[in-house]
């Protein structure tokens, strides 16, 4: 969940842990839900382009 109680939140991820989970190549897998536009997108990102 973003820190400012925004709706959009991450869903289940590849490894069955709900929100995101590093990879052994640094990178984070999963899918990123938009309930307000009720779809998912799977996402395979650079942990650098994560801010927290």
Known sequence: ???DGSAMSWG???DGALGLNSSDK???SGVFCDPTLVTCLPLDVDCIHISA
């Open 26 to 28: 640094d990178d984070v």
């Open 1 to 3: 969940l973003l820190s």
């Open 12 to 14: 289940w991820n590849n």
